[in-house]
């Protein structure tokens, strides 16, 4: 995914410094309707990743308060649970924090292709 959104914002960070001046009206309204529709696939996949990261940051909760709460001979295999959703928080975090700040990066990026045509008076 990490791959897919670089080479979507690349591509179009390239035409807006590239061809947008030059490039009819048409093509650039192309452009942006095709950038808006993948804008949103891409708000979908962080809005599941906002769960994802939610429900796994909750259950690292729990298994925190299990550890208090188990009895001793239950002790690593409570620890050992805790580092494996320890480790997938962070990885989910991470993915996460990509996909927000990607996502409003590209929020710019449509402002900037809006904001040419608005100067043409085209929408």
């Known amino acids: 995914m990490k791959k ?32 808006e529709k993948k ?3 891409f708000q979908h996949e962080r809005h599941i990743h906002l769960l994802v990261t939610l429900a796994f940051a ?3 909760l729990f298994e925190i308060f299990c550890l208090f709460v188990l009895p001793v001979e239950f002790l690593f295999a409570g620890i050992l649970l805790v580092a494996i ?14 996909l927000e700040n990607s996502v409003q990066k590209m929020y710019h990026m449509r402002d900037e292709i809006r904001s040419f045509l608005n100067k043409d008076k085209v929408i």
């Open 58 to 60: 909750t259950w690292l």
């Open 4 to 35: 897919y959104v670089l080479e979507v914002m690349t591509a179009v960070q390239k035409y807006i410094d590239g061809e947008m001046k030059d490039a009819p009206c048409e093509k650039t309204l192309e452009v942006l309707n095709e950038f």
């Open 85 to 98: 959703f320890f480790g997938l928080t962070i990885g989910y975090v991470m993915h996460y924090y990509f």
């Open 39 to 41: 804008i949103e696939y």
